[in-house]
């Protein structure tokens, strides 16, 4: 069965701190896809990104990065200098990448505070 | 930028009232889905479709009921509204290849 963890329910930071987010899945496949999504107070979920099984290599876009490793099966997200902005509730997400009966499983969410 | 819409975004309605929540995308996406939310909480999924024709009820149990006709909507209708369906219904859609899900700014519903 397929499982994400956010163990973090409730985070707050001081602007300007970093702050890393964890997700740890549970999968028997070998072939799957794993996500981040922002919710902000307004409602809707925003794409973050996407990272395959098969590319285990770290990814930096501006103020986030990703550390994606296999061995712990964890998808850790990291903000740097985070911004008031930066609040919202945050989840991880794992689906099969080929099986089309299958849909996505969502961790249930991290809220990340940041206060001025 | 995602083309998903929903409308409406806010709606207070009285109980036993027959409600339709509208969702249409225009990018060609097969599959389709319709969570439950409570604001900032876990996502539950109620329904999914794989296109046309093709409607499966998800992990959550719901009185609520969807159709398929055309791939760009994907209606849920409620017979009769109660309270406890108060929440934020999110619509989704991606392509069957197992991309990202994008999805729709929410109905948040109030039945009073």
């Known amino acids: 069965a397929q499982k994400v963890t956010q163990a973090q329910t409730e985070i707050s930071v001081v602007e300007k701190e970093d702050v890393t987010l964890d997700c740890v899945y549970e999968?028997?496949?070998?072939?799957?896809?794993l996500f981040w999504y922002k919710q902000p107070p307004s409602g809707e979920l925003v794409f973050l990104i996407r990272r395959n099984s098969f590319d285990e290599q770290n990814e930096i876009s501006g103020r986030y990065s990703w550390n994606f490793q296999k061995s712990t099966s964890s998808f850790n997200f990291t903000i740097t200098a985070s911004q008031v902005v930066d609040s919202a509730v945050y989840f991880c997400a794992l689906s099969e990448a080929l099986n089309y009966g299958q849909n996505f499983v969502f961790g249930p969410g991290t809220r990340l505070s940041v206060l001025p | 930028e995602a083309d998903i819409y929903q409308t409406p975004r806010y709606l207070v309605i009285g109980t036993g009232k027959k409600i339709t929540l509208e969702c249409s995308q225009t990018?060609?996406?097969?599959?389709m889905y319709w969570y439950q939310q409570d604001p900032g909480m876990e996502l539950h999924l109620i329904h999914y479709?794989?296109?046309?024709?093709?409607?499966e009820k998800g992990d959550l149990s719901s009185e609520s009921t969807v159709s398929r006709i055309r791939t760009e909507h994907f209606p849920l209708t409620l017979e009769s509204a109660r309270p406890s369906h108060t929440s934020q219904y999110l619509c989704?859609?991606?392509?069957?290849?197992?991309?990202?899900?994008?999805f729709g700014q929410g109905t948040r519903l109030t039945v009073v």
């Open positions: 990018m060609g996406h097969d599959k």
């Open positions: 999968t028997r496949d070998t072939t799957y896809y």
């Open positions: 989704a859609s991606r392509t069957l290849r197992g991309t990202e899900a994008f």
């Open positions: 479709s794989y296109g046309v024709n093709s409607t």
